[in-house]
């Protein structure tokens, strides 16, 4: 099976990368993911200022996690001169410099890193929503570098589209999305108080809650911009994931809060499952994937859900979640055509996928 993905000139073993983060914040780490089998390496956002990192800064739970992290603690000269430099040592697939914030810092990054670099990311989170500051921040880079140039967007940019227009025209290759949701709390109810955030006492929200979004925003880019490329990231959790963000319109993926929830071993984990996935859903390859397009079924008509009555297991969940009390059970599950709007929550809920509808596949 073929897990290779080709953008921008880049062949990846597969598109799996690390998402910028406490993983890829020096080079012991950059060295782990490509161990892990990353199709790429992604480092920690590199800035021209020492940030101030509130202790603790990342809180985890089962489906997400909050975070005031900021970008890397070391300066610009640990990077080059020591993490950089050693990782290219052993380096032996694509780099992606992640770096931050405004046109001015490019001038002092992007000369210094570019040597290392095989494209660069830039983290747009801390420059506000105008679009014409980001257009002038992609302008700066591009007249300092020549390797690909990746944007990476925020999700409480207002117009994904816009965005994506406006680093298109100034000469990007591609968007890398999203980061982080927010500002969001963190409330302990024990001690009544806030104890993760920033001095402001907000923090960001990663992880599965946040992936429905991300692939929304993946695929609005890529229907509008087509020729942009991008890397989706927010959530990835299995390989079943990655295929969703390459059907949305992304190349690569990153992930980073799955190994934060639940162990760095998840890189290797998702990227030995992805054979297996891609098999299950009858793809035969990673740019078969790509090459698919997603059709938009959504509909209008009313339709009665059906039940396969040996998959029932009468559990009643059905019958509880019947947001319009249309559920019964009259020697087994039954549907009330007076009461049920085909809103199709039956449908999704069911543990043993024995409740269908036409529309939704039968
Ligand atoms: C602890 C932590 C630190 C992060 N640091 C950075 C960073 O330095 N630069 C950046 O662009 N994004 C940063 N992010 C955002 C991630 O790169 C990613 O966009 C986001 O977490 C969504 O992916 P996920 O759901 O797989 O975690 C950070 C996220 C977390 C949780």
Redesign the pocket.
Known sequence: MNLKTTFDGFTLKNPLMP????LVGDDEKLLFMQEAGCGAVVT??ISTKRPKIPKPC?YGSNQY?Q?S????EYPLEKWETEFLASHQKVKDRPLII?V?YSKEDMETLIPRLDAFADAFEV?T?YVGTDLSIIGETVKTIRRLTKKPIYM?ISPHIPDPEGFAKVIKEKGANGIVA???LGPTIQINKERRAIEYGAQDGFA?T??PV?KNLALAIVYKIKQAEPDLTVIG????ASAEDIIEFLLAGASAV?????A?IKGKQMYEKIIHDLEKALKHYGFESIEDVKATPLENKVSYEWELPKLKEDLCIECMLCEKVCPYFAIEFKDKITFNPDKCTSCGLCVSKCPTDAITMDKLGG
């Not at 998402?19 to 406490?22: F, I, L």
């Not at 992290?69 to 890397?72: C, D, I, K």
């Open positions: 998402a910028s983060g406490p920690k956002t990342i996690v975070n992290e900021l970008w890397s992640s931050g983290s989170h990476k999203i980061n982080s960001w990663t992880g946040i990231v927010g959530g990835v990153q992930m980073l809060s799955t934060l």
